[in-house]
């Protein structure tokens, strides 16, 4: 095994059995991002310089015996998490110059327990996106196959795992963007309960929905990384003050009695006969383990797409009128006066799938149509909240697809962005009711593309999905597949 490959915490009992060095393991895979990037493109900026003077303070501190599961472990951030003195862009033109004087708090929690930053990672242009396709860094391609999306927002975070590019990633969900790139990569992606991950330092993109979340090899390193960036901070006041389980004590690998929910508002008849089959064979597998079925309904999952694009624009309008040439970034040359230069400076700052978005947003909160879009989008809202609360009052977690289709071609959806939005039709709801989920690799499509499944929890659930997760990957070898790159 090389050392790009381990997990977090192989890679942990190596470090600790003084078998390797981080600067070893970190030199490892700054040489596997130089040998790979130029095909997959994940990396916006790699931080080599860095990452080794953090690598030589994290032996120190395992020389001095100050080891934590996170110490001289190598991970990248999605480039919307601010990190103090490395260039963060969100993917986008009119951040491509700003360099962040604090960390976002996810980040900070990470890098006291001695994780080594090896970089940024591509994104779509603001997390608004399920391809990578709309960063301004170009798009990042799938190591599984290069002519294919890594899914997104977080393709980067996602592609960099399966390139062996990283040990483990961060990313940002605001509506299936960790889950649905996870799926598509063949790796392991948690949604936390919103709340529960701290969004300070977080570029803001939808407040109502963002959540922070891991992207890793297994299901051990996301119970890991979840349990190291959760807990309240005051600097967020949407972080909520409850105490962080252990989450490790819950890779028990029993399932017996557990109660699933199938919705049925979910057999969509636009479900790729290879998602299909995937997941009847995830079904087959929990059988065998005991686990019991129970059919459900989330009856207002049709209006899930329609009530996140009017939410998800609205706040994005409101949270993208700070970019204005004057407080951050890119500043058009050419202007004349004040108003010029906001134009000016946001017409060539933003990418298109951006300005239709500032657009949708801003119609939906004006005075004539607030009550008639962004109103009753919040009482929808409501309504599919109340659908999960209400099948959590039979079942202990809820298995669906992740995504519709296995990872497309590159090209196939930028110009269709409603067929792009309808990527997420079973990652959004969950968005909206604010609780908990995991992507967990459950096979290959037809052409060799990984396909995963998704576990729904209730609010502050992550416990039993991670339990549910665990079974399954212990009970079938689809993490241990690997893109041939
Ligand atoms: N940001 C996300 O979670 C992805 C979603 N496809 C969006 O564009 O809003």
Not at 77 to 99: E, N
Request: hydrophobic share 40%; charged share 20%; net charge neutral.
């Amino acid at each position: 095994m090389e050392l790009y490959e381990l997990t977090i915490h192989e890679l942990h009992d190596r470090l600790k059995r003084k078998e390797v060095s981080s600067v070893e393991a970190t030199r490892a895979l700054l040489a596997r991002i130089e040998a790979t990037d130029p095909k997959v493109n994940a990396f916006i900026t790699v931080t080599a310089d860095e990452a080794l003077t953090a690598a030589q303070e994290a032996d120190k501190r395992i020389a001095a015996g100050e080891m934590d599961v996170l110490t001289g472990i190598p991970v990248a951030l999605k480039d919307i998490f601010l990190t103090r003195g490395v260039r963060t862009t969100c993917g986008s033109k009119i951040l491509a110059g700003f360099v962040p004087p604090y960390d976002a708090t996810s980040w900070e929690r990470l890098r006291e327990r001695g994780a080594v930053l090896v970089g940024k990672l591509n994104q779509d242009e603001f997390a608004m996106g399920s391809s990578c396709e709309s960063s301004a860094f170009g798009s990042t391609k799938n190591p599984w196959d290069l002519a294919c999306i890594p899914g997104g927002s977080s393709g980067g975070s996602a592609a960099a795992i399966a390139a062996r590019q990283a040990t483990a990633t961060l990313g940002t969900d605001t509506g299936g963007s960790i889950r649905q790139p996870a799926s598509h990569c063949g790796c392991v992606g948690l949604k936390p309960t919103y709340g529960r991950v701290s969004r300070y330092g977080v570029i803001a993109y939808a407040s109502s929905l963002d959540q922070v979340g891991p992207v890793t090899r297994d299901v051990r390193d996301a119970a890991i990384m979840l349990g190291a960036v959760a807990g309240h901070d005051p600097k967020d006041s949407t972080s909520v003050d409850r105490p962080v389980p252990d989450y490790t004590r819950s890779l028990v690998p029993d399932v017996k009695g557990l109660k699933v929910g199938l919705p049925r508002e979910y057999h969509i008849p636009g479900l790729d006969p290879d998602v299909k089959q995937a997941m009847d064979a995830a079904i087959a597998t929990y059988r065998q383990l005991g686990a019991e079925f129970v059919d459900i309904s989330l009856p207002h999952t049709d209006y899930a797409v329609a009530t996140y694009y009017l939410i998800a624009t609205a706040e994005a309008s409101s949270n993208l009128a700070r970019y204005d040439g004057v407080r951050f970034g890119h500043r058009s040359a050419e202007a004349g006066g004040l108003v010029d230069m906001y134009n000016k400076s946001r017409a060539e700052g933003f990418g298109a799938e951006v300005k239709r978005r500032i657009m949708l947003g801003t119609y939906a909160l004006s005075s004539g149509y607030y009550d008639a879009y962004y109103l009753k989008a919040q009482k929808v809202r409501t309504l599919i909240m109340h659908d999960f609360l209400k099948a959590f009052e039979t079942v202990d977690v809820i298995l669906t697809p992740v995504a519709p289709t296995p990872p497309f071609r590159i090209g196939e959806k930028v110009n269709d962005p409603l067929q792009m939005y309808l990527s997420d039709i079973f990652t959004i709801p969950v968005n909206l009711a604010g609780t908990c989920a995991v992507s967990v690799p459950t096979g290959l499509s037809q052409s060799g593309l990984p396909i995963g499944l998704q576990l729904i929890g209730r609010p502050f659930g992550e416990e039993s999905i991670i339990k549910a997760a665990y079974a399954f990957e212990q009970a079938t070898e689809w993490h241990k597949k690997k893109a041939d790159i």
